[in-house]
T-cell receptor, first 115, second 117 residues
Framework: NAGVMQNPRHLVRRRGQEARLRCSPM?????VYWYRQLPEEGLKFMVY????????ESGMPKERFSAEFPKEGPSILRIQQVVRGDSAAYFC?????????????FGSGTRLTVV | QQQVKQSPQSLIVQKGGISIINCAYE??????FPWYQQFPGKGPALLIA?????SEKKEGRFTISFNKSAKQFSLHIMDSQPGDSATYFC????????????????FGKGTLLTVNP
């Protein structure tokens, strides 16, 4: 079991470009969560998805950010027209069920740098 | 607003000492309280967790103390070792839908623990 796989590990984008971050959950996990981490700010919830459904997107900025978790393939976090303030580590986590009682399993993150 | 408040922001402990990290919450809908450990360049990993119907849970050198009336919980690391040096996050879970079938975790801001040899 390879765990939660995120790619790329590091991503550099120029201002105005698009960033696509991918997350493959653990085998058997159908719930995916995206978090953003900034220094000294902890992990900020962005979006919670289940296959083909967005369960909670209350942490997603209203503009430029979108997420999907299709029936086949990884979950994608998409950031359009990136700005310097988007530079952060983005973590994906997955869980086996919706109750999180077994905890999340996190990936190693994608570190986005906007230049 | 910050739903889970964590302190201290950083902590330095000598090898063999006790590390204590505290968290407080306001929302009584939270019903599951895990702690995560994160090493540099890695994702957070579940360390230990507690439900509010118990006041303490111990796993090896790690203990969670939970005070439901005060809405506070803490992580104690006994006999702290240099290998414990990491960032620790407390978290709390609550349902995100009215049916209570989907939950998400809300995290504190983290505590950077340094254990000196």
């Amino acid at each position: 079991n390879a765990g939660v796989m995120q790619n790329p590990r590091h991503l550099v984008r120029r201002r105005g470009q698009e960033a696509r971050l991918r997350c493959s959950p653990m085998k058997g996990h159908s719930h995916v969560y995206w978090y953003r981490q900034l220094p000294e700010e902890g992990l900020k919830f962005m979006v919670y998805l289940q296959k083909e459904n967005i369960i909670d997107e209350s942490g997603m900025p209203k503009e430029r950010f979108s997420a999907e978790f299709p029936k086949e393939g990884p979950s994608i976090l998409r950031i359009q027209q990136v700005v310097r303030g988007d530079s952060a580590a983005y973590f994906c986590a997955s869980s086996q069920d919706s109750t999180v009682l077994r905890g999340y399993t996190f990936g190693s993150g994608t570190r986005l740098t906007v230049v | 607003q910050q739903q889970v408040k964590q302190s201290p922001q950083s902590l330095i402990v000598q090898k063999g000492g006790i590390s204590i990290i505290n968290c407080a919450y306001e929302n009584t809908a939270f019903d599951y309280f895990p702690w995560y450990q994160q090493f540099p360049g890695k994702g957070p990993a579940l360390l230990i967790a507690i439900r509010p119907d118990v006041s303490e849970k111990k796993e090896g050198r790690f203990t969670i103390s939970f005070n439901k009336s005060a809405k506070q919980f803490s992580l104690h690391i006994m006999d702290s070792q240099p290998g414990d040096s990491a960032t620790y996050f407390c978290a709390a879970s609550r349902a995100v839908n009215s049916g209570g079938s989907n939950y998400k975790l809300t995290f504190g801001k983290g505590t950077l623990l340094t254990v000196n040899p």
